[in-house]
């Protein structure tokens, strides 16, 4: 039947028996139906047929190795004629290996153009692009190192901020750069963090459902349409001219296929290639071994092709790089069939063989010894030298550091020529624009950079000025060079705005005042010396207490969490009812919170200092700090003014401020606390800073209650919490001590709901009487205490014993209205100083008129005592008489000068002997109350002081029995009796007086004249302000090193006359 069927003399149209049709009376011509392009493309038996691994684009040596069905087996044609055209039917498997080369090389060009870390396309960021694997430049380096990343090579910085791990990368699957963007994000985040959100996007290995190869359609999914295959990218076309016959796929010599059939008279493909260098060129991309491995046109001898194939690689076609062998006995570089594998698949690439990774093994010894002694031409101009493959390297890293030495000699010499490039004239540098200048400089910035980096530790400022002032003296231009120096340093040539404001506050200008000189000065000397206002308030918004964030853990009760909060109405956190009416009364005040913080701030270089010369690291901060913060209360008198409107008010004012004693942190190391800050001048008003000022009378027990309960609210719930505050770039705990010592008697009394100073029970710390005080004068202990006095007033309220008053007064000891403010039970050495000197004061009328041996003196007596004692004193001593008793007096007074002076008026040698004995006495124990630390200060006096007040207690009531039979007074009662308990238990009464709050009453009426204003409420907003400036550790320091400003003023006004004078030390280190 097959005989018959065919009887064509055409050969092609011979079919095999398994294509006859069962029907024979069909006609010859249905046949042609089954006829396929493949068929008639079949070669003739006559024909020689071309190689199969030529027209699998596959090297010759691999091709016999690769089993393909021969097209004119039955098998194969029946399978065709059955199957159709499918890829597995019409291509074999080099050619599907092809294909997948193929897919793959589009998607890494797809990678090629996208960002690594955000996913974005890279030509729609503006910038230059930078590879993922790379080492960063010398100004990366030294722009991170400034911010204190020592990373060196972009993974690691990429690691870091991005948190992604590039270094198991391979270019198949992820992209090898990154954008502009993201080098900006890790740049401004100093190569530790990422101070904006980059999503780094997921990269996965090319598949059939690739979304870069094959991206989806939104639009058509939305519609409901059925979304139609993606084409794939097609190669750009060209005009065919009318007679090409470069359409055919030439395959080594030979012309065999044609692309679209031989009639085909279509648009021809522009970048057409030869299969076998298409797929070179692929694997040459997979691979990236161009420049690490070398070529076989490299061997310097004419060796046979067999043999130079036989040490190459079946993947790159290069010289074999730490060789493997499959198992199928074919030999690859190691790196190359790596990657192969992983973009292909495990199998060989010659023989598609399957072989994973763990198959492979080294070659034989022999033939390695063969490898490295290949001869190899050294490819350097003028060398010509041959080389062995195994020292082939180390030769070419010679050459390499020759041209390298070389290059940097031209280099030095080329600095020195003046490069005309063409074009235009060549303008002066001054006269471009300024990204011509960056253009024109940049070879000398980088010069500059690299020098800064390794001498000066990065400081490229400090260099450029130094290159710019000693060009200007080099021209003989010293006092422009001068002028500019002196500004740089901040020496009377265009001041710091910090370093003016310092001027004004401690100055006590008011605005009109400095901004009138101001204008002054830069009329006369026709430079801005001086700040305008503006930028003072720009700089003392940073020291004012609102500026800096914080937390509180956990968050205080009753308080906002907010931080920036500046001045604030004193009564806005106390509670109010309906029937309560509104104080009469101005107060504003910080709150405590947030001017704690502030001050913490401002102390921030003294703790960082006092770490340093602790020996203590950073890891010491997150132990956590303790601080100790000194309160202090005190009315300052009269402070009536003719200016000012608003509410009538008590013209009394009140002020609570507090100071930062010390702080500590308790070491890993060391069992107690290691004190790192202690305040050198705890008495001073410069280091007192003002947290409320309120116009009310201190005796005002109700409107004092009501302005202190938000700042005792506030302290209250700060003692349960602990501070988060950054400090030297670290979050610091800080844990609060709050001690109120700085009251005088009458304010201590206020507070804790104490009958007044003339009250049966003289003492603040005991439960004494005055009667049982003057009876025992010094063994007495300390026992009172807030929560005790809070006991006694609820018993003085409701009488549970039904009582009678005196009954009542006894058992509640003095206690006769409501604590509102916890006091630490202690000694203030100030007014303990003031009460003493007063006592001392009568003590001396008395002598003077020998009261002793009269029982009651009058009225006249007494005045003419006093006036010889005052007339006295203002002749021997120049102490003119005061109405009231103030601290400067007190000290002049009890002197043993004061005591000779005065004993001239006394009549009896012996009453002469006996003041001099008590003042003697007296004048041993007051340096251990007075003392900042008495046991370092006065030992001495410390370990005398029971002795010294037993014997002072002897003589008052002995000698002196007439004026202490039964009565004593307050402060002699304190220092007699308790001094030495308080010093045990606290260190110090020195340091916790009251002296530097009392110190501040002068600023206040400075300040308030300095800021004068209609409303009062304005005006005590203006004092406060300028009292917390006052107050700035920060300010300070500029005002130290301005002390002589009258001088640096004039010089700044006439500089040609003071031009001869040495510069002020007016150094602006800290900026």
Known sequence: MAEESLETDDPRSSMPAELHHPHSKYAQWKFKLFRVRSMEKAPLPSETQPEKGALLGISPTAAPNIEIDDGASPGSVMKLCLGGKSKENVEGPGRRVDMKLQEMETHMNYLRCLCRLCGMTLRKVKGPVNDVHSDLDEAGKGSLRRMGCRFTSWPDVILKVFKVDVTEDTESTHPSSFCHRCWMVAMRGGGVCSFSRTRVPEWKPHSSHCHLCFPRKPSLQRTGRKRQKAIRRAQSLAKRIKKDHGNSIVIGERRTLRPFGSSHQGPVLRGWRKPSLQREQWVKNITKCQKEHLSTKMISENLPADFLYSFSCMVCDHLLSDPVQSPCGHLFCRACIMKYHYVLGPHCPACNLPCAPEDFITPAKAFLSALLSLPLLCSSSGCGKQVSLDSFRAHCLSHELDEQDANQQSSELDNYLLTNKGGRPRQHLLMLTRRAQKHRLRELKNQVKVFADKEEGGDLKSVCQTLFLLALRSGNEHRQADELEATLQGRGFGLHPAVCLAIRVNTFLSCSQYHKMYRTVKATSGR????????????????????????????????????????????????????????????????????????????????????????????????????????????????????????????????????????????????????????????????????????????????????????????????????????????????????????????????????????????????????????????????????????????????????????????????????????????????????????????????????????????????????????????????????????????????????????????????????????????????????????????????????????????????????????????????????????????????????????????????????????????????????????????????????????????????????????????????
């Open 528 to 1071: 801005q010396i001086f700040q305008p206002l503006h930028s003072l308030r720009a700089a003392e918004k940073e020291l004012l207490p609102g500026f800096h964030q914080f937390e509180w853990q956990p968050a205080l009760k009753n308080v906002s969490t907010s931080c920036n909060v500046g001045i604030i109405n004193g009564l806005s956190g106390s509670a109010s009812s309906v029937d309560d009416s509104p104080a009469d009364t101005i107060t504003r005040r910080f709150r405590y919170d947030v001017a704690l913080v502030s001050a913490l701030k401002d102390l921030e270089e003294d703790i960082m200092d006092g770490l340093r010369e602790s020996g203590l690291e950073d890891s010491a901060c997150m132990s956590g700090f303790s601080v100790m913060i000194k309160e202090s209360c005190d009315g300052m008198g009269d402070v009536s003014e003719k200016h000012g409107g608003g509410p009538a008010v008590a013209e009394k004012a009140v002020r609570f401020s507090f100071t930062v004693m010390s702080v500590s942190v308790l070491a890993e190391d060391k069992e107690k606390g290691v004190t790192i800050f202690t305040e050198p001048k705890p008495n001073s008003e410069l280091s007192c800073k003002p947290l409320c000022l309120t116009f009310v009378d201190e005796s005002d027990h109700e409107t004092l209650t009501a302005v202190l309960s938000p700042v005792v609210a506030e302290r209250e719930a700060m003692k349960g919490s602990k501070l988060i505050l950054s400090m030297g770039g670290l979050p610091c705990s800080f844990s609060l001590h709050f001690r109120g010592t700085g009251y005088d008697e009458k304010m201590v009394r206020e507070m804790e709901g104490l009958e007044a100073s003339g009250s049966t029970y003289v003492c603040t710390l005991c439960d004494s009487s005055r009667a049982e005080a003057s009876q025992n004068m010094v063994l007495h202990s300390v026992t009172r205490s807030h929560g005790e006095s809070l006991d006694r007033y609820e018993i003085w309220r409701t009488n549970p014993f039904s009582e009678s008053v005196d009954e009542l007064r006894d058992r509640v000891k003095g206690v006769s209205a409501k604590p509102f403010m916890e006091t630490h039970p202690t000694l203030d050495a100030l007014h303990c100083d003031i009460g003493n000197a007063i006592e001392f004061y009568k003590i001396f009328q008395d002598e003077i008129g020998e009261v002793f041996q009269k029982v009651n003196p009058t009225r006249e007596e007494r005045r003419s005592w006093r006036a010889a004692l005052d007339k006295q004193l203002r002749k021997k001593m120049k102490l003119k008489p005061v109405m009231r008793m103030n601290g400067n007096y007190a000290r002049r007074l009890m002197t043993l000068e004061a005591v000779e002076v005065m004993c001239e008026l006394v009549p009896t040698e012996e009453r002469r002997e006996a003041l001099r004995e008590l003042m003697r006495l007296y004048i041993q124990m007051k340096p251990v109350w007075r003392a900042t630390c008495p046991a370092e200060e006065c030992p001495d006096q410390l370990c005398q002081y029971s002795f010294n007040s037993q014997r002072f207690a002897d003589l008052l009531s002995s000698t002196f029995k007439y004026r202490y039979n039964g009565k004593i007074t307050n402060y002699l009662h304190k220092t007699l009796a308790h001094v030495p308990e308080i010093i045990e238990r606290d260190g110090s009464i020195g340091a916790w007086a009251s002296e530097g709050n009392e110190s501040a009453n002068k600023l206040f009426r400075r300040f308030r004249k300095m800021n004068a204003r209609q409303s009062k409420a304005f005006e005590l907003e203006d004092v406060l302000k300028h009292h917390w400036l006052y107050t700035s550790k920060y300010l300070q320091k500029f005002m130290e090193a301005h002390k002589d400003s009258a001088k640096a003023f004039q010089a700044t006004i006439d500089p040609v006359e003071s031009q001869d004078n040495e510069y002020l030390s007016l150094e602006m280190n800290e900026f």
